[in-house]
């Protein structure tokens, strides 16, 4: 987590503010007994959590990265299943401690199958190497398996109905950390409409994970500045 914040702040985020944040009921912490308000390490340490509210169709877990994507690999539920050329599940490794979320495919990884292997994947590369991770180290995924016709920016159906693969990636995988890239990322799911900037420099919560938020690389290869 101490190297995913040194390449924040390489990123522009010279303040990192830890939000304390009140557990339901439901959560873990307090069923065994803790303070009802937590630090993030608290939030980093826990493992285990349920996923809720899912559409029955996807309501199945899986044991397996492999066995989730044979699973929904032809997925057909939105129209994005009839345009797309490969289905993009995610790469990295499936016990990975931190996980890359971007929004959706583009035309690169479409061709290939693999995401962020265009000219945002090589800076993404660059940015990991200067972590000192590799891919091999961390997890890769989208909001969306399937890319959007000319690159438009997904739509809320379509991200609707492709969450829930990420919500059992992400509970399949179990890191310690995720790191959202972009805007259409981050709103999609933290469930908000505040805007990136206001989200940088600040912790989230996912399904019980830590959460950070930054620019998307694309958006990096467009407004150096952002850097």
């Not at 609707?160 to 919500?167: G, H, S, V």
């Not at 989230?204 to 467009?222: C, D, G």
């Amino acid at each position: 987590i101490r190297q995913a914040l040194k390449s924040q702040i390489e990123l522009g985020d010279h303040e990192v503010v830890v939000d304390r944040r009140k557990r339901t009921k439901a959560a873990p912490a307090q069923a065994s007994g803790e303070s009802s308000e937590m630090t993030v390490t608290k939030i980093a340490s826990t493992r285990t959590f349920e996923l809720t509210r899912l559409p029955e169709v996807q309501a199945r877990q899986y044991d397996s990265l492999e066995q989730h994507r044979e699973a929904i690999c032809n997925c057909q539920l939105c129209p994005l299943g009839k345009t797309r050329n490969k289905f993009v599940y995610g790469v990295g490794n499936p016990n990975a401690k931190l996980m890359f979320i971007g929004e959706a495919p583009g035309a690169d990884e479409d061709r290939l199958g693999e995401p962020f292997v265009g000219r945002a994947g090589q800076l993404l590369d660059k940015i990991l190497e200067a972590m000192k991770f590799t891919r091999q180290d961390i997890y890769i995924a989208n909001i969306l398996k399937c890319r959007p016709p000319n690159n438009r920016d997904p739509q809320p159906d379509e991200m609707n109905k492709c969450t829930p693969y990420l919500n059992e990636q992400i509970r399949i995988i179990q890191p310690k950390l995720i790191c959202l890239l972009g805007r259409i990322a981050a709103q999609a799911l933290l469930q908000t409409t505040t805007p990136l900037g206001k989200m940088r420099g600040q912790w989230h919560e996912h399904v019980v994970v830590p959460v950070i938020v930054t620019y998307h690389p694309a958006a990096l290869l467009r407004f150096p500045g952002y850097k």
